[in-house]
């Protein structure tokens, strides 16, 4: 269709001048280079293959491969539809899953679901049992996953709070249990570590809330906003499943999931990293091993 609307564009432009079109892409394949060539129409890629033959001029060089399409295929295997159904098929232990399971589960379309089975199952990520599907390689997902894992907030506030210790506890737990028992408030990233595998010591509080957990955290956290030096950051994510994938990792403790807490940690910085590390050895590791799917 562009050839036929570049031919058309150059058969109705004005003058008798000499002419010649050129069609740009991310990335020209055989098929349409072809297409391309027979009618007399230049190409040229942003992966370096290139035909331009006009007057004295001849360029052609073909080869390189189509280095977008991994790209394509991680951002819809890890678009947030998608990772809804990875987060539940990554939750320890691991299972098997019929379809219809996975998509109630879930909360997304049966499409969405097959889409998602599809591409784990050639990626090799994941088999097929009497039971339904099963994540094979959960660490390869998951890695996989933090490759392309970019937060992405509907909003983030940063505060400060005068309690520390556990006289701060306290008052977490307090809100927490006020939230629906982590139904509209988790702790997240280096705070939810901090329970299930503590590492690296980090002063500042991090929750995941919606709008009415945000207003809980406020007044059980005496909370004040500024613009630096804050304490306590709280985010509300744009999807609800850090709420319903949430863990008691202790007493009036509700903190977002293992995956969702590893994820967090692998992109804030260097010690968030080495946390990462030291909570996929600790915890996620063992709990995939412990059941067989």
Not at 15 to 34: C, H, K
Not at 90 to 118: D, H, I, M
Not at 164 to 189: F, P, Q, W, Y
Not at 226 to 241: F, H, T
Request: aromatic share 8%.
């Amino acid at each position: 269709m562009a050839v036929l609307q570049l031919k058309h564009d150059l058969e109705n432009l004005p003058g008798d001048q000499s002419r010649y079109a050129v069609l740009m892409a991310p990335f020209i394949s055989e098929a349409s280079a072809r297409i391309c060539t027979e009618a007399g129409i230049g190409y040229a890629d942003l992966s370096g293959n290139a035909r331009l033959s006009f007057d004295q001029v001849y360029i052609e060089k073909r080869g390189s491969e189509n280095p977008f399409r991994e790209k394509r295929e991680k951002r819809s295997l890890f678009a947030p539809r998608a990772a809804r159904v990875l987060r539940v098929l990554l939750t320890p232990p691991l299972r098997a899953w019929k379809v219809l399971e996975l998509q109630e589960a879930s909360g997304v379309s049966l499409g969405q679901v097959s889409n998602v089975r599809k591409e784990l199952f050639d990626r090799e990520w994941a088999k097929t049992g009497s039971q339904g599907m099963y994540v094979s390689k959960p660490e390869d997902l998951a890695r996989a996953w933090q490759e392309s894992y970019e937060p992405r907030p509907r909003r983030r506030e940063l505060a400060y709070t005068m309690l520390h210790g556990n006289e701060l506890d306290i008052a977490i737990r307090s809100a927490l249990a006020e939230a629906g028992k982590g139904e509209h408030a988790v702790l997240s990233s280096y705070s939810a570590a901090r329970w299930f595998a503590p590492f690296a010591r980090q002063a500042t509080q991090f929750f995941y809330a919606d709008k009415p957990g945000a207003e809980m955290l406020k007044q059980h956290l005496h909370l004040q906003p500024v613009a630096r030096g804050e304490n306590v950051v709280i985010l509300e994510p744009r999807e609800d499943d850090v709420f319903s994938g949430r863990l008691e990792a202790a007493p009036g403790i509700w903190c977002s999931g293992l995956v969702q807490t590893w994820l967090d940690l692998g992109v804030a910085g260097e010690r968030g990293r080495e946390a990462a590390d030291h909570l996929m050895r600790e915890k996620l590791l063992p709990a995939w091993k412990m059941v067989a799917p």
